[in-house]
């Protein structure tokens, strides 16, 4: 499809630092997995992949939203291994990658991706202080060309990324207990006088 942007959401990883399948951890009343998910919704992509391990039950969710379930069987392969997964399925000439355990991309956000991408035919990054890095929109031909395994994602194709800000915090992913504890501890109510 010449131009359009398909949705490749990456939940294959071991989770080896948070002990469990983090993704099917609650987060203010559903699974992680979900968060991205809701994110994503109402949007018109013409093609919906997750790239997963098993069916999870979490996974179960996208597949009633439209989603492609894509196995990775072998976990070790990385993040360059689930994109390269969802690169082999895409029938876009662009994928919108997004990680499974990153639950505080707001909708905005993605529609500022998308708005950079409109004018732009290269990789478009979210940036924060310190970070660049998915969500991003990169061309599927360039994924393809990354070697097939390896966590250093697709930070070749990110150096010349056009940019898109956000804020640290939305950018903040899932690797360990203490992370998710954080993110589910409800705010400290505000002293009288503090804004």
Same mark, same amino acid.
């Not at 989603?67 to 072998?74: E, G, K, R």
């Not at 004018?119 to 991003?136: C, E, I, K, L, Q």
């Given at each position: 499809?010449?131009?359009?942007?398909?949705?490749?959401?990456?939940?294959?990883?071991?989770?080896?630092?948070?002990?469990?399948?983090?993704?099917?951890?609650?987060?203010?009343?559903?699974?992680?997995?979900?968060?991205?998910?809701?994110? +994503?919704?109402?949007?018109?992509?013409?093609?919906?992949?997750?790239?997963?391990?098993?069916?999870?039950?979490?996974?179960?969710?996208?597949?009633?939203?439209?989603?492609?379930?894509?196995?990775?069987?072998?976990?070790?392969?990385?993040?360059?291994?689930?994109?390269?997964?969802?690169?082999?399925?895409?029938?876009?000439?662009?994928?919108?990658?997004?990680?499974?355990?990153?639950?505080?991309? &707001?909708?905005?956000? +993605?529609?500022?991706?998308?708005?950079?991408?409109?004018?732009?035919?290269?990789? $478009?990054?979210? $940036?924060?202080?310190?970070?660049?890095? &998915?969500?991003?929109?990169?061309? $599927?031909?360039?994924?393809?060309? +990354?070697?097939?395994?390896?966590?250093?994602?697709?930070?070749?194709? +990110?150096?010349?990324?056009?940019? $898109?800000?956000?804020?640290?915090?939305?950018?903040?992913?899932?690797?360990?207990?203490?992370?998710?504890?954080?993110?589910?501890?409800?705010?400290?109510?505000?002293?009288?006088?503090?804004?």
């Amino acid at each position: 499809m010449s131009g359009a942007i398909a949705v490749a959401v990456l939940g294959a990883g071991l989770a080896t630092r948070f002990g469990s399948d983090k993704l099917a951890a609650p987060l203010h009343g559903r699974p992680l997995a979900h968060h991205v998910l809701a994110a +994503l919704a109402g949007f018109d992509w013409p093609q919906k992949l997750l790239v997963c391990r098993g069916a999870p039950d979490w996974s179960r969710a996208y597949a009633q939203a439209g989603f492609t379930l894509l196995q990775l069987p072998d976990a070790s392969a990385g993040l360059r291994g689930s994109m390269h997964r969802a690169a082999q399925a895409a029938t876009c000439e662009r994928l919108l990658i997004c990680l499974a355990d990153m639950p505080q991309v &707001p909708r905005a956000h +993605l529609q500022a991706l998308l708005d950079a991408a409109r004018d732009w035919p290269g990789a $478009v990054a979210s $940036v924060a202080p310190g970070y660049r890095g &998915p969500p991003a929109i990169l061309p $599927v031909a360039a994924l393809r060309g +990354l070697p097939a395994t390896g966590d250093e994602g697709a930070r070749p194709l +990110l150096q010349q990324a056009r940019q $898109v800000a956000g804020e640290s915090a939305w950018f903040a992913d899932i690797d360990r207990t203490g992370d998710l504890e954080r993110l589910a501890a409800p705010m400290a109510p505000r002293q009288a006088g503090q804004r």
